[in-house]
């Protein structure tokens, strides 16, 4: 008899028949290793897994191209499966977790036959945190293989967790036949189990992500009494030298990663990164809401990022040494070896393959990097890496963001009245959508907390979970909204954003202190034009005012849909944010009344 790990491996194994089993122990060595099989080896749709990018402009740097149609998260091929349909409630699609099972059994039966099941011994968390979760993840890509060591801590320290005990996260995934019809990203919360199969894509194969940091994390949070959120965690140094920390969330493809890395423009101002996509936040035995980020990599968007957009990130990207860098689905620069993608460059170079290895030009009618390739790359190459990354306690929170896409309607940034009222605001949230999933982009639907996709439960008892939360603590962080890309009338951006919205945090900080005012609009609080940090900026005129602007009309639109977003949940909705939402409306209708 070995252990419940091993037994367990064997049992996938006798399921899925691999040619052999590499059980990976996260060394470097075994990093060289994993590429070269990757370089040598492995293949995906005929080509090999990886290929060598220029390794003196771009250390240790590998491009990865997927299968044409396994580009993003497939939202409508992702079910969470508890044991009855109203505990993963309307916005979850769900199947009868036995149902699911034999269709997974099905789909997997042999479809490791010819190739290697890696097994990855894993941690979301440092070792020491006590938030920290030991994990395995079965795989039968090296592209999956080599991600996740990047993205996680890899090797010895999860097998010693995990030692004898049954309790460690499950995920057994498989590339498959790449075939959309038979691809299925189940999650089974009540067993720790994430089971995927057809895609190789960062969300739905890179298990310890989204599957179990999100989905199944969520689900332990609502029931262990903590939050498993889609938030970057940062912190921002004043010229006094205090840090004021901060989480904050967004949709996928709307800047997170920007955010967590900015360079500050004002003087005396430093933002340090502790992550970029993923927070989990416990109450600290002083009652204060503590982060830590369960990861250790960026699983970023490629396109717009650059020396202007992020410097931080160009250097996190070329500093690839004990880690690999990987690329995936950018365009190739075949005269200099290197990757590309729009924006990179002020130029277009003039001899590119495109995200498929075809030869493109500008008549192709089609971008040449795929507009949701990104790149996998190790935090700890990070040159802002808060020295507070791997304390496995974490850091104390003081203010909570919740930001979107939208180019109308919401202000630049106001605060909530209070915890509930946050809550609120996070809940009725909505964003446009962009390409990180499969589906229209540029659609306006809701994302509450921008976890629509992520939540693991029905999300009308997450959001019960996160007013208990904020009851919980005697002083919860400050909640604040955010939106960058609100445009004026032509369809120009109102608002400079990438590293000037760090005027916006500071106003935000500077709140947290008690340092400044505010002025009360019906939606929240909002800074008095004085007190935002614009010195250097030329804002034309009046475009202040516009992102700030509260029309009426647009807000109706608004509260429509909200309510038929809130509708949904039933009775299930927490009656308070019904009673904000009525209180909301109120606001506004007095809004017209005095200025008529
Ligand atoms: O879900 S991924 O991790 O692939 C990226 C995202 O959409 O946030
Ligand atoms: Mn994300």
Redesign the pocket.
């Known amino acids: 008899m070995g252990t419940p790990l091993e037994e367990w491996v064997e049992e996938q194994a006798r399921l899925t028949q691999p040619e052999r089993i590499y059980w990976c122990d996260g060394s470097e060595e075994e990093a060289h290793r994993l590429i070269e099989i990757g370089l040598k080896e492995e293949k995906l749709c005929g080509r090999p897994v990886f290929h060598e990018l220029n390794q003196k402009l771009w250390p240790n740097s590998y491009l990865h191209r997927s299968h044409p149609t396994d580009v993003?998260?497939t939202e409508h091929l992702t079910f969470v499966c508890h044991p009855d349909r109203e505990t993963a409630g309307p916005t979850n699609n769900w199947m009868d977790p036995k149902e699911a099972k034999e269709l997974l059994t099905n789909l997997t039966k042999g479809c490791m036959k010819g190739r290697t099941m890696y097994v990855l011994p894993y941690m979301m968390g440092h070792p020491n945190s006590p938030y920290a979760r030991a994990c395995v993840q079965l795989t039968d890509s090296v592209y999956v293989a080599v991600s996740m060591r990047i993205m996680t801590r890899m090797g010895k320290q999860a097998l010693e967790r995990i030692g004898n005990s049954e309790d460690f996260v499950r995920g057994l995934h498989s590339i498959g036949d790449l075939d959309p019809n038979r691809r299925f990203i189940m999650h089974f919360p009540d067993e720790n189990l994430v089971w995927s199969i057809g895609s190789g894509?960062?969300?739905?194969a890179?298990l310890g992500?989204?599957c179990f940091s999100l989905r199944i994390a969520s689900w332990l949070g609502y029931h262990q009494g903590w939050l498993a959120e889609?938030m970057i965690i940062i912190g921002i140094e004043a010229p006094e030298g205090d840090i004021t920390y901060i989480a904050a969330a967004f949709?996928?493809?709307c800047g997170?990663t920007n955010l967590a890395m900015l360079e500050s423009p004002l003087t005396g101002y430093k933002v340090w990164t502790l992550g970029d996509?993923i927070a989990w936040l416990n109450i600290g035995h002083d009652g204060r809401l503590y982060a830590i980020n369960p990861e250790t990599g960026f699983?970023g968007?490629a396109p717009g990022t650059s020396e202007k957009t992020n410097p931080n990130m160009m250097r996190t990207l070329k500093a690839g040494t004990f880690y690999p860098t990987l690329f995936t689905n950018t365009a190739l620069n075949v005269e200099t070896n290197e990757p590309w993608w729009d924006g990179l460059t002020e130029t277009v170079p003039s001899r590119l393959l495109d995200w498929q290895g075809r030869p493109w030009d500008l008549s192709f009618g089609e971008k040449a990097a795929h507009p949701?390739s990104?790149f996998t790359v190790s935090i700890y190459q990070c040159p802002t890496l808060s020295p507070e990354f791997d304390n496995p306690k974490g850091v104390p929170i003081s203010a909570i963001i919740f930001g979107a896409r939208r180019s109308a309607t919401v202000p630049l940034v106001y605060e909530s009245f209070n915890w509930q009222h946050g809550v609120f605001i996070g809940a009725s949230m909505a964003s446009e959508t962009t390409p990180?999933?499969v589906h229209q982009v540029g659609v306006l639907r809701r994302d509450p907390m921008a976890m629509l996709?992520?939540c693991g439960y029905n999300m009308a008892d997450y959001f019960r979970h996160w007013l208990e939360m904020g009851r919980r603590m005697p002083n919860p962080p400050k909640i604040f909204f955010v939106n960058w890309f609100r445009k004026d009338e032509s369809g120009e951006f109102l608002w400079l954003g990438f590293s000037e919205n760090m005027r916006v945090l500071k106003w935000i900080v500077e709140r947290v202190k008690g340092k400044v005012g505010s002025r009360e609009i019906p939606v929240g609080f909002v800074p008095h034009l004085e007190d935002l940090d614009l010195e250097g900026l030329k804002i034309p005129n009046g475009h202040l005012e516009k992102l700030f602007a509260v029309n009426y009309d647009e807000w109706q639109t608004e509260l429509e849909d909200i309510r038929k977003f809130f509708e949904q949940f039933g009775d299930r909705l927490p009656t308070e944010l019904w009673q904000e939402y009525h209180a909301l409306k109120k606001r506004l209708e007095r809004l017209v009344r005095c200025s008529m």
């Not at 894509?201 to 739905?204: D, E, I, L, T, V």
């Open positions: 993003a998260r894509y960062g969300g739905n890179l992500k989204k889609h949709p996928s493809a997170k996509d699983f968007v949701n990104r990180a999933a996709p992520f």
